[in-house]
């Protein structure tokens, strides 16, 4: 069982839109998927038309499993599953710091988990906080969306500091990959000409700035599902392969 | 936690489209494109899944007629296209992704909640099989055996989805119209076909609503096997139907040429199951199973005495000798490499990996060996055997007396022909048993390997003996007797086991390729090592022969003979009984 993390210090990147992508992708090939909205904001739970509300919110999940059983959803698809999120979840890191071994609580609450699913995508939310560090513990690897300008790389270059000085720790294996891409803005060619130079280690898929992903919350589901435009649905096809690929996946 | 399946039989008065369209006129509904699954269902031989009550499907969808190239979704519903949605239909394309084939694993008593494992390659061997959930679940079960296809579901699927206010999926319905093939025979045939109620995660509510309105409208009856139980009877296969136990219902009363031949015909019904496995190699065990039932055979025919005509039991006993002996250099070979592990584990960890070479000679030889054991089963001598064997169990048998002295046309019956089975096997296992003793009493510290060999076949022949005529005894006091005579058998078996694989190291040392450089010095001197480990072994069974047979000699266990074959007692111990 793998655990993926969508994380991104910078809101508005695209890890959502990736998360439910990857997600219905790996589930297409049979592989027992589920998505935990960890962001209050409930952007994937949207997108599964599910509705972001946990019975005694992310205080019960931390707490019981049988919490956690019942708070499962499953979405339209099968094997593919959501835990959604809840607006309690802002309160997060607060009841994380209330617990024991407060940076080690999400890894606690997903290890029953592990045997039911083969790979958990988790889709958090911006910022560097208790939960992020949560997440750092728990994850294989982070996923993190990339716009190409220059206070995004600021951003990955600040992350990935943090996680040197985690050093000492298991940490999960940073994967930026260059999200919400416009071509045609000079700034974006030069920022991943320059990001190239400095030897950054980026994942060479990227995935296109585009309408029709901007209107995927029009259908409410991944576009992997429903669109049949190559143009569209190949880079994330293509970035599903590649982080299978970086991280041995069968 | 897996949320639950509900399967229906739909009967064949039911048209699928009406039912679909009665079904979406009174829920919000959408449609996903129907599918076509190709589902094949693997067991080994001897249903070893069957017999743990799980079923394994291979599954890919039918696409353009490529049964391999299923399009991305294909398990999990994409094709969210719905004349009643607002979604535009989809067309994933599944180029650049991987072929979605799927293990899985079902419990045939639970049509819900299946195992998956994806990316699996057509199912053989365990060890073939990629990491996951389906292969930690079936450690244990299979040993050396190969998963075969047994049949082949192909369904067709009209795929509903109730959805709540939201538009989201609450239930999934299913209606499939099915047919089954089977891989080996060709040929197709209709199936039930069914209508699946499967709940979604998290909405069991729905799912209590839509099976009440079903059951309300239509009056489904659920379905009253499992579908790949269905399919497999389907394709004419008889789960559980093979097993090279001995399992005889013989009549205490019934003369013994009549049981006899009931005994002959179940080895010959094994003999012949294997076959074809054994030819094209599936795996080792029909090898081992068609030599099992072989010696069962000669040693049926030379222990179960005097109810055939002598000159049909000679005849037959020397063509299945030869048959025993066309198919060992297989069977050795056979034993060599899967022991091989075990080999190495004897000799020190630095020393193991020397042995390589030798596993790569055995297995070079390997092929032409097996060309010749199915040359030797392709061939018209061994066509004839059985076609003979068939033909002598098949007549009917000489009539009860009737006055009438034998002639040059009509030999004499042979004498224990038409003795009741019971008293025959008495009288053989008896016999037996006293040579067994007499010949393991004679065996001192300084008797030779010959003797122990001899005491081993010996006692072969009782442990077949009982094992025929098991079930004209009270079950638990022979099945006794037949674990004392293993206990004796295993001790003579290292004894002897491990003196064949000595001998069997020191000719492939010696033989023309070896001293020509076939193997390397570091090989030959690990086999060595290993000859030296192998004698030490048969050292000590050995040295634990005389306490072994001193238990199965003991009064006791004499007693419990005399228990078992009733008040008359058995013979003194003599050198030679027969």
């Not at chain 2, 079923?55 to 696409?63: C, I, M, P, Y």
């Not at chain 2, 190239?69 to 398990?75: I, L, M, R, S």
Request: aromatic share 6%; net charge positive; charged share 25%.
């Amino acid at each position: 069982m793998s655990i993926v993390a969508l994380y991104s210090i910078k809101g508005g990147v695209g890890k959502t839109t990736t998360a439910v992508n990857l997600a219905f992708l790996a589930s297409a090939e049979g592989r027992r998927t589920l998505v935990w909205d960890l962001d209050p904001q409930g952007a994937a739970s949207f997108f599964f038309r599910i509705k972001p509300k946990v019975k005694g919110g992310g205080r019960a999940l931390f707490r019981h499993r049988r919490a956690l059983d019942a708070a499962i959803k499953g979405t339209d698809f099968d094997g593919l599953d959501l835990l959604p999120a809840d607006f309690s979840y802002r309160h997060l890191d607060l009841q994380l710091d209330q617990r024991k071994k407060p940076k080690r609580q999400l890894k606690r609450t997903l290890k029953p988990l592990r045997r039911e699913y083969d790979l958990i995508l988790l889709d958090c939310p911006p910022g560097i906080s208790l939960l992020s560090e949560n997440v750092f513990a728990v994850a294989d690897a982070l996923l993190v969306p990339l716009i190409p300008t220059t206070l995004s790389v600021r951003t990955l270059e600040q992350l990935a500091a943090f996680l040197d000085d985690e050093k000492a720790k298991k940490v999960p294996r940073l994967l930026p990959f260059y999200s919400m891409v416009d071509a045609r803005k000079a700034l974006h060619r030069t920022t991943m000409d320059s990001v190239s130079d400095q030897g950054l280690p980026v994942l060479n898929e990227t995935i296109p700035q585009t309408v029709k992903i901007e209107r995927m919350g029009l259908h409410r589901m991944p576009i992997t599902a429903y669109d049949g435009d190559e143009a569209v649905v190949a880079p994330y096809r293509a970035l599903w392969g590649e982080v299978k690929r970086t991280l041995s996946l069968p | 936690m897996s949320p639950p399946t509900i399967e229906y039989a739909i009967p064949a008065t039911v048209e699928h489209r009406a039912l679909a369209e009665a079904i979406a006129a009174q829920h919000l509904c959408s449609e996903n494109p129907p599918l076509r699954l190709s589902r094949r269902i693997y067991d080994t031989f001897d249903w070893r899944l069957f017999a743990a009550d799980l079923g394994l499907e291979w599954a890919s969808t039918v696409a353009s007629g490529a049964a391999t190239d299923a399009p991305v979704g294909a398990f999990n519903g994409i094709g969210m296209g719905s004349s009643r949605q607002t979604a535009p239909p989809a067309s994933a394309s599944p180029q650049g992704s991987a072929p979605a084939q799927l293990l899985c694993l079902h419990s045939l008593r639970d049509p819900a909640a299946p195992i998956r494992q994806p990316f699996a390659p057509e199912p053989g061997f365990l060890s073939e099989l990629p990491n996951g959930v389906v292969r930690e679940r079936l450690e244990g079960l299979l040993d050396i055996r190969r998963l075969l296809p047994m049949a082949e579901l192909i369904s067709t699927q009209i795929r509903l989805r109730l959805l709540n206010e939201d538009g989201k999926t609450v239930v999934s319905v299913v209606i499939e119209s099915n047919r089954v093939r089977c891989p080996a025979a060709g040929g197709e045939a209709d199936l039930s076909a069914r209508l699946r109620l499967k709940a979604v995660r998290g909405y069991r509510h729905a799912f209590a609503l839509a099976e009440r309105w079903l059951q309300e409208q239509f009056a489904l009856e659920p379905a009253d096997q499992h579908q790949l139980l269905e399919a497999l009877r389907g394709a004419g296969q008889h789960p559980g139907g093979y097993s090279s136990k001995l399992d005889y219902r013989l009549d205490p009363g019934e003369r013994a040429d009549s049981a006899a031949k009931a005994i002959h015909r179940g080895l010959l019904r094994t003999l012949e199951a294997n076959i074809e496995g054994t030819r094209a190699n599936l795996d080792s065990e029909f090898l081992h199973d068609l030599r099992v039932a072989t010696r069962r055979t000669r040693s049926a025919l030379s222990q179960i005495k005097d109810v055939f005509p002598a000159e049909e039991v000679a005849d037959f006993k020397e063509r299945f000798a030869w048959l025993q002996q066309v198919t060992g250099p297989t069977r050795d070979l056979d034993v060599y490499l899967l022991d091989f592990p075990e080999l190495e584990r004897r000799l020190p960890p630095s020393l193991g990996a020397d042995l390589k070479p030798l596993q790569e000679l055995l297995a070079g030889q390997y092929e032409t060996v097996q060309a010749d054991l199915a040359r030797a089963l392709g061939s018209r001598r061994f066509r004839e055997l059985l076609r003979d064997w068939r033909g002598f169990l098949d007549a009917p048998l000489p009539s009860a007396p009737g006055g009438q002295p034998p002639s040059e046309d009509r030999p004499a019956r042979p004498k224990r022909a038409l003795q009741p089975i019971k008293r025959v096997a008495d009288q053989r296992i008896r016999k037996m048993l006293a040579r067994v003793r007499a010949e393991g009493s004679a065996i001192t510290d300084a008797s030779p390997p010959e003797e122990l060999h001899e005491l081993r076949k010996s006692c072969k022949k009782l442990r077949y003996l009982m094992e025929f005529c098991q079930s004209l005894y009270e079950p638990a006091r022979i099945r006794e007797q037949i674990k004392q005579t293993k206990v004796l058998l295993d001790n003579l078996g290292r004894f002897q086991d491990t003196a064949v694989q000595a001998q069997h190291l020191r000719d492939t040392a010696e033989s023309a390729g070896c001293l020509e450089g076939g193997l390397p010095p570091v090989t030959l001197l690990a086999m060595g090592a290993l000859i030296g480990q192998l004698i030490d072994e048969q050292r000590r069974a050995r040295a634990a022969f005389s306490a072994v047979f001193d238990g199965f000699n003991s009064d006791a266990n004499a007693a419990r003979f005399d228990a078992l074959l009733g008040e008359s007692k058995a013979p003194q111990p003599s050198a030679k009984a027969d």
